[in-house]
């Protein structure tokens, strides 16, 4: 049963228009939460995280929102850029440690930015 | 980019023969993992490694032994490949323990059990 759940796997945006990638999780013990980016033949990098303890962060023209009561975040990409073609990967872990400690990816979504 | 390189980048092999992946880091980081990726699956965690000689299992350990002889070095085997196996992998390093906010990918290695 997947914990962390990207329900799109394709996203076809205009450039300069909005990005908007969403991702559930099921597990209340999730409490840390990331995106990673990843191009072909490459591997994935870590974008942006955020904690529970927030609803919002914003690193350039990246922002996370994340509202735990639906269990529910999301990435912003604002403008969006042909760059920005990927596949973005949430991931997902608890900071109580154990195997919570390591992270749960989703099964990721495609990004196509047209110029 | 951090100083992980994985070997072989391509591998071709038959359903029954034993294969061996390596991780090679220069970052002398202590924490290193193997992910594999699998279209409708995102990446799953097969093993992990806290140390020199601490390993343990991951998500999708069945099938895989791993390792960790030296701190730079971390080996994935598949003892008897069998197709199920054909994916591509991953290594990640951190330098801090889990939960651990970032990993370090390598480029990956491309399986294929025929």
């Known amino acids: 049963d997947q914990q962390v759940k990207q329900n799109s796997p394709s996203l076809s945006v205009q450039e300069g228009r909005i990005s908007i990638l969403n991702c559930d999780y099921t597990n209340s013990m999730f409490d840390y939460f990331l995106w990673y980016k990843k191009y072909p033949a490459e591997g994935p990098t870590f974008l942006i995280s955020i904690s529970s303890i927030k609803d919002k962060n914003e690193d350039g023209r990246f922002t996370v929102f994340l509202n735990k009561s639906a269990k529910h975040l999301s990435l912003h990409i604002v403008p969006s850029q042909p760059g920005d073609s990927a596949v973005y990967f949430c991931a997902a872990m608890g900071r109580n440690g154990g195997s919570q400690g390591n992270l749960i990816f989703g099964k990721g979504t495609k990004l196509s930015v047209k110029p | ?114």
């Open chain 2, 1 to 114: 980019d951090a100083g992980i390189t994985q070997s072989p980048r391509h591998k071709v092999t038959e359903t029954g023969t034993p294969v061996t992946l390596r991780c090679h880091q220069t970052e002398n980081h202590r924490y290193m993992y193997w992910y594999r990726q699998d279209p409708g699956h995102g990446l799953r965690l097969i093993h992990y490694s806290y140390g020199v000689k601490d390993t343990d299992k991951g998500e999708v350990s069945d099938g895989y032994s791993v390792s960790r002889s030296k701190t730079e070095d971390f080996l994935l085997t598949l003892e008897s490949a069998t197709s199920s196996q054909t994916s591509v992998y991953f290594c990640a390093i951190s330098s801090t323990p889990p939960p651990n906010e970032k990993l370090f990918f390598g480029s990956g290695t491309q399986l294929s059990v025929l």
